[in-house]
């Protein structure tokens, strides 16, 4: 089997997971799972010769099962030097530059106490690396990152912005 072929079947295991994660409340079974994606991911990312991604993927599936028991921010920086580590050390041009910074956001939110924020930053970091998927052009990829930002989004609604928009419609007004 092509090498393509079988990180499209992979990364489509990502897409699953990340579309039943993100619609969940509990901010550690939403990193669990998303543990499991990065996994899938990150030998994805290996199989297109993508280094860098495929590493702080592999990284990333260990980080999040820390962050849910440790919450510590020299934790995160720790992890943030982490993958700056796996991108100079795999630098392969703009897309290890494109991943880190992704990186950057996922990882801010996975060390963070609160779902809302959690959210955001899954928000900003999984549309960084949308972009990122579209230049190396894996279309499944693209697909988990468009379902992932979108799923995302749709999350921090339903929990963040639907109560207030209706508790908003209730009130007479003045």
Same mark, same amino acid.
């Given at each position: 089997?092509?090498?393509?072929?079988?990180?499209?079947?992979?990364?489509?295991?990502?897409?699953?997971?990340?579309?039943?994660?993100?619609?969940?409340?509990?901010?550690?079974?939403?990193?669990?799972?998303?543990?499991?994606?990065?996994?899938?991911?990150?030998?994805?990312? @290996?199989?297109?010769?993508?280094?860098?991604?495929?590493? %702080?993927? !592999?990284?990333?599936? $260990?980080?999040? &099962?820390?962050? #849910?028991?440790?919450?510590?921010?020299?934790?995160?920086?720790?992890?943030?030097?982490?993958?700056?580590?796996?991108?100079?050390?795999?630098?392969?041009?703009?897309?290890?530059?494109?991943?880190?910074?992704?990186?950057?956001?996922?990882?801010?939110?996975?060390?963070?106490?609160?779902?809302?924020?959690?959210?955001?930053?899954?928000? @900003?970091?999984?549309?960084?690396?949308?972009?990122?998927? %579209?230049? !190396?052009?894996?279309? $499944?990829?693209? &697909?988990?990152? #468009?379902?992932?930002?979108?799923?995302?989004?749709?999350?921090?609604?339903?929990?963040?912005?639907?109560?207030?928009?209706?508790?908003?419609?209730?009130?007479?007004?003045?």
């Amino acid at each position: 089997m092509p090498d393509f072929l079988l990180s499209q079947i992979l990364v489509t295991f990502t897409l699953a997971i990340e579309c039943y994660a993100m619609q969940l409340k509990n901010k550690d079974r939403i990193l669990a799972l998303l543990s499991l994606s990065c996994l899938f991911n990150g030998i994805h990312y @290996l199989l297109l010769d993508q280094p860098t991604a495929g590493y %702080i993927f !592999l990284f990333s599936s $260990v980080r999040f &099962l820390i962050s #849910i028991k440790w919450k510590l921010q020299w934790m995160a920086a720790a992890s943030l030097c982490v993958s700056l580590f796996i991108t100079i050390y795999s630098y392969i041009g703009f897309l290890s530059i494109l991943g880190f910074f992704a990186t950057v956001f996922i990882t801010t939110g996975s060390f963070s106490k609160n779902d809302k924020f959690l959210r955001l930053m899954m928000i @900003l970091g999984g549309s960084l690396w949308l972009l990122h998927n %579209i230049i !190396l052009w894996t279309p $499944v990829g693209i &697909l988990v990152e #468009i379902i992932f930002v979108g799923s995302s989004a749709i999350g921090y609604y339903r929990y963040y912005l639907a109560g207030r928009l209706k508790n908003n419609a209730v009130k007479e007004p003045e």
